[in-house]
Nanobody, 122 residues
Framework: VQLQASGGGLVQAGGSLRLSCRSS????????VGWFRQAPGKEREFVTV????????YYADSVKGRFTISRNGAQNTAYLQMNSLKPEDTAIYFC????????????????WGQGTQVTVSS
């Protein structure tokens, strides 16, 4: 499974961005899709995950109520809608797929995209 993350950019605090994670693999719809992020000088952290059907999601407390994960099976793509962005959301955002129900540990993910930079200015 190959993943391509896109949609990052520079935005002012309070603004919005939508990230995309597109897969070229036929089995994308059988995986849970997660988003992680890594800020400068910090470890990569879990952001959110959506299960294979799109019916269940889970969010880190830091983004709950501001970020929304979704997926489109026909397009083999998952999305991360980020609203009310804060400077502390600045990071490289990675998408990944795993076979767990709602995996949140990095070790539970089998394939990773290359990351897309999100920068939020104050």
């Amino acid at each position: 499974v190959q993943l391509q993350a896109s949609g990052g950019g520079l935005v002012q605090a309070g603004g919005s961005l939508r990230l995309s994670c597109r897969s070229s693999g036929r089995t994308f719809s059988t995986y849970s899709v997660g988003w992680f992020r890594q800020a400068p000088g910090k470890e990569r952290e879990f952001v959110t995950v959506i299960n294979w059907s799109g019916g269940t999601t889970y969010y880190a407390d830091s983004v709950k109520g501001r970020f929304t994960i979704s997926r489109n099976g026909a397009q083999n793509t998952a999305y991360l809608q980020m609203n009310s962005l804060k400077p502390e959301d600045t990071a490289i955002y990675f998408c990944a797929v795993g076979k767990g129900i709602l995996p949140y540990r990095q070790s539970e993910y089998s394939y990773w995209g290359q990351g897309t930079q999100v920068t939020v200015s104050s």
